[in-house]
């Protein structure tokens, strides 16, 4: 064992889609992503840590870019820690970089942005390949109106209306820095930064705009809809499995 304790940051990239989610549950027998980092980094340095993420993603959801943090005495080299803790973690987890950063750093508090990213395949016939990993809507979509709808979103705003119930969330105001909306092949990318996000604000955002783009909501209601701070009215939750947390700015 070391005898000076480190803060450890990694870089991880992971497939949710037989996950319930970042955060450990109550029951031990769910698997979560936190709990497979926990028992490798436990397998590894020999100690029995909590990781702290830097948000929440939800079951069946993913991520390129998730930052974790922890404290440990261990003595593994930090060069070696990325290829250490892959050789004990599940396939569909990888850990793409380690480094030791100041004790201060904080995974969940320093970050200062995020972004995401949601797909949708928009093509008459679902992907058997992709079923996991993008949301099938076989409707024609107007992916003008989407696009205009979505420009609505940026800026500082109240988003109760796109936050699910449940959320210890002290205030639901936010700044969408970027929203952007890219189409090509039949596959329409929502890209979205923020300085934050609610509880499932960004599938409901990605919901709501897919009812204008089905033609359910008028690109004008987008407005009103933020103005009434009221879930109700807006879109349908999107699913999980097309959401990727992309990466976090500190």
Do not use: W
């Not at 840590?49 to 404290?71: E, W």
């Not at 030791?100 to 508090?109: C, D, G, I, K, L």
């Not at 890219?182 to 604000?201: P, V």
């Amino acid at each position: 064992m070391a005898s000076q304790k480190r803060n450890i940051r990694l870089l991880v990239e992971y497939d949710g889609t037989f996950y319930h989610g970042f955060q450990v549950q109550d029951d031990p027998s769910l698997p979560t992503i936190q709990g497979e980092l926990e028992a490798a980094i436990a397998t590894i340095c020999g100690e029995t840590i909590r990781i702290t993420g830097s948000g929440r993603t939800d079951a069946g959801a993913h991520a390129l870019g998730q930052v974790v943090n922890f404290h440990t005495y261990s003595s593994v080299p930090i060069e070696r820690f990325s290829v250490a803790l892959n050789s004990v973690l599940p396939k569909d987890i990888r850990v793409k970089q380690a480094e030791s950063v100041p004790f201060s750093f904080h995974a969940r508090f320093d970050a200062i942005a995020k972004t995401y990213v949601y797909i949708v395949d928009n093509r008459p016939h679902a992907s058997v390949f992709l079923r996991n990993y993008v949301y099938h809507v076989p409707q024609a979509l107007d992916v003008a109106a989407i696009k205009e709808a979505a420009a609505l979103l940026v800026g500082t705003r109240d988003y109760a209306s796109f936050q699910t119930s449940g959320s210890s969330a002290r205030t639901s105001i936010r700044t969408v820095y970027y929203l952007g909306v890219e189409a090509e092949g039949g596959i329409i990318k929502f890209i979205i930064r923020a300085n934050g996000f609610l509880y499932n604000m960004v599938r409901n955002i990605v919901g709501t705009l897919l009812e204008v783009g089905k033609g359910k909501l008028m690109v004008e209601e987008i407005v009103a809809i933020l103005a009434a701070r009221d879930r109700s009215g807006a879109g349908p939750t999107a699913p999980a499995k097309g959401l990727y947390l992309v990466g976090v700015d500190y």
